[in-house]
């Protein structure tokens, strides 16, 4: 490939590691630091631009021919099958440029999707929806939250959908469905009503594919997201939309249990995403005050400085560290609900307050669009609301360490 070279990414084998992960994790290495990260300006450039597609392409056959393709999805789809763990040790890597996933076959909110219909999805299913977004012909999305209702209860959504006849009538409105405007179908999550009428409870929520041509889904405008316009988050409207009732994935009522599914192990790799770009942050932060002089000296030599890069130190470490164990306990089939909440609030806010430090050593560099960090520092905060508000997650850890106290048990921090 004719892409220059920078190497800024160090990455040493794991004693704990397989030799096939450790070889995984040098080779990502790799590709995103010589490849990648110096290619980030055209990167950058309007997703329609002739330049931008020929060097996606050129960089996702470079990946194929890697044997990197795909991290989330089992051999038999075309994947790598590297397993929950090795993918999370992967994404680690990966999150150092915002262009990775992508050029590696991971693209949120489709490989969410296709994980799920990889579990959920009939053969129908997958051989429609799945296997099209797996070629690269289609992306989808993955509509749940609502305007109207709150994000952190799930079991409030008023979306319906109805039997009649052979079809599933849907009505409601969604927002914050990213991906709506480029997508071909959207996973869809209703209350779908007993005939006692009650709705709203965890064994009535499903999840239905609904194609995006379908009669009566209506994008009804662009969510703007920190003053941004123009992006990909929208807000439907459902109107009398109608599609096959073979559409349903899974079970009725299965919706709340797959959403778990997904939402869970996504946690896991959006903080292992948040420690990648912690670290560079870090490395920004670092190479920054070694190179930068100001009032007669070396920034690095300042007190200030060198207290900011001790505390971001701790932090990544920390941070790391609790996601990898939290990783460990959901690979060994045990509960790990806790553990997913105490990551969900402590890594977001970990990764806000490492990027804060290397905006301020950078000065106005650091606000500016020519390092990465703006973008992190708007991800941090976003974190700390998508996907569950860290108030909810606290109130789980909570119940769940006074449940244990109150069964006549102290908390086992040492156990998986």
């Not at 795909?70 to 999150?95: D, K, R, S, T, W």
């Not at 200030?304 to 971001?312: E, I, N, W, Y």
């Not at 609900?337 to 806000?352: D, G, L, Q």
Request: glycine fraction near 8%; proline fraction near 5%.
């Amino acid at each position: 490939m004719a892409i220059a070279s920078l190497a800024t990414l160090t990455v040493s084998p794991i004693p704990s590691l397989s030799d096939e992960i450790n070889q995984i994790r040098l080779d990502t290495a790799k590709i995103v630091s010589e490849h990648i990260i110096p290619n980030e300006e055209k990167l950058n450039t309007p997703i329609d631009s002739a330049e931008r597609q020929s060097l996606i392409f050129e960089l996702q056959t470079y990946v194929k021919e890697s044997n990197l393709w795909a991290p989330h999805l089992p051999v038999e789809y075309g994947g790598m099958g590297i397993g929950f763990l090795g993918h999370a040790y992967m994404n680690e890597i990966l999150a150092w440029s915002p262009y990775s996933n992508s050029i590696f076959g991971v693209q949120a909110p489709t490989s969410g999707n296709q994980s799920v219909l990889i579990k959920y999805g009939s053969e129908y299913q997958k051989k429609t929806f799945l296997e099209p977004t797996i070629r690269g012909e289609q992306s989808s999305c993955f509509s749940m939250t609502e305007p109207d209702n709150p994000g952190s209860d799930p079991r409030s959504l008023q979306t319906t959908a109805v039997k009649d006849g052979d079809e599933w009538v849907i009505n409601g409105r969604k927002w914050f469905t990213s991906n709506a405007v480029r997508a071909s179908w959207a996973l869809v999550m209703c209350r779908t009503e007993e005939d006692d009428g009650e709705g709203g409870v965890n064994e009535k929520m499903t999840q239905i594919i609904v194609p995006t041509d379908t009669p009566g889904f209506i994008i009804e405008r662009s969510v703007p997201v920190w003053g941004h316009t123009g992006g990909s988050h929208c807000e439907i409207t459902y109107k009398d939309c109608r599609v096959p009732l073979k559409n349903q994935l899974g079970r009725e009522g299965s919706g709340h249990a797959a959403a778990q599914d997904r939402l869970g192990a996504g946690r896991v790799y959006h903080c292992m995403n948040c420690v990648g770009q912690m670290e560079r942050a870090f490395d920004l932060m670092v190479k920054r005050a070694a190179e930068r002089k100001v009032h007669g000296g070396m920034l690095e030599d300042k007190q200030f400085t060198q207290g900011a890069v001790a505390d971001s130190y701790m932090d990544i470490q920390a941070s790391r560290l609790m996601t990898i164990h939290c990783a460990e306990i959901i690979d060994s089939g045990a509960d790990a609900r806790t553990e997913i909440s105490a990551i969900k609030i402590f890594v977001p806010n970990a990764m806000h307050r490492v990027v804060d430090r290397a905006i301020q050593i950078h000065g106005a560099l650091g606000v500016s669009g020519d390092t990465p960090l703006a973008g992190m520092y708007l991800s941090a905060r976003t974190l700390r609301i998508a996907d569950g508000p860290d108030e909810v997650h606290k109130i789980l850890i909570a119940k769940n360490v006074f449940k244990r106290h109150h069964d006549g048990m102290s908390w086992d921090f040492g156990t998986l």
